[in-house]
């Protein structure tokens, strides 16, 4: 079973994917799609706030705010790592649950990060919110170290986040019953 789904002039189809019995979700899959990466960021650079810093967590929202900073002339993103890198130091963390992962997982950005973020407008940027947890721990990531959050958006908005007027996206994306049908 796939979703069809048009977003940024691009129409994609998504497979659905069990999360658990009763709950199916589209999986939106940005790596390797270059096309859909370029498109969805200067769409989504179109409704942007003035920022000075983009920021995702790792790792699909990697492509976008990569592609987000190139096509915006900035030099530099950051990154929220899902573990601490051998060449990081100083580590800043925080704990976050995901509808797409089984696990706990955590979040870290180290000093250098912290620094350039400090007193500094911080859009952060993710391929789709759901939940909203990873967002709630970048946003949390960004406080501790002293940046603004100007802004928070994504591709899609998922299930209940698709009613939230606190995040920018560029399309709805529902969630499904098992039969494929979206649920109401």
């Known amino acids: 079973m796939d979703y069809e789904i048009k977003v940024a002039g691009l129409t994609?189809?998504?497979?659905?994917?069990?999360?658990?019995?009763?709950?199916?979700?589209?999986?939106?899959?940005?790596?390797?799609?270059?096309?859909?990466?370029?498109?969805?960021?200067?769409?989504?650079?179109?409704?942007?706030?003035?920022?000075?810093?983009?920021?995702?967590?790792?790792?699909?929202?990697?492509?976008?705010?990569?592609?987000?900073?190139?096509?915006?002339?900035?030099?530099?993103?950051?990154?929220?790592?899902?573990?601490?890198?051998?060449?990081?130091?100083?580590?800043?963390?925080?704990?976050?649950?995901?509808?797409?992962?089984v696990n706990r997982q955590m979040l870290f950005i180290d000093q250098k990060d912290a620094d350039y973020m400090n007193g500094k407008r911080v859009l952060i940027v993710d391929d789709v919110i759901s939940t909203g947890e990873s967002l709630k721990a970048v946003e949390k990531l960004v406080h501790q170290a002293g940046g603004v959050v100007v802004g928070k958006m994504a591709v899609l908005a998922e299930g209940v986040a698709m009613d939230r007027k606190d995040i920018l996206f560029l399309q709805k994306l529902p969630v499904f019953n098992p039969d494929g049908s979206i649920k109401g």
């Open 12 to 101: 994609r189809y998504l497979p659905l994917c069990a999360v658990n019995d009763e709950l199916y979700i589209g999986a939106f899959v940005i790596f390797g799609d270059i096309e859909l990466t370029v498109a969805c960021a200067r769409e989504l650079l179109k409704i942007a706030p003035e920022h000075d810093v983009l920021i995702t967590a790792e790792s699909k929202g990697i492509p976008l705010v990569y592609e987000m900073a190139r096509q915006n002339g900035e030099n530099r993103y950051l990154i929220a790592r899902k573990a601490p890198k051998l060449y990081m130091r100083n580590v800043f963390s925080t704990e976050v649950t995901s509808i797409t992962t």
